[in-house]
């Protein structure tokens, strides 16, 4: 029975995990295109 329980605690992680990754990318993309402006 925790077996659903765990499942969904993976997929939020891995959610979690995923819009980090997206997030730290715009991140390095807006730093790397303001130095190119600089």
């Known amino acids: 029975m925790n077996t659903g ?5 993976v ?3 891995l959610g979690l995990f ?3 990754h997206r997030v730290i990318e715009k991140v390095i993309w807006l730093t ?7």
């Open 5 to 9: 329980k765990e499942c969904e605690a």
């Open 11 to 13: 997929l939020l992680l």
């Open 18 to 20: 995923d819009s980090a």
């Open 32 to 38: 790397v295109f303001i130095t190119h402006l600089l």
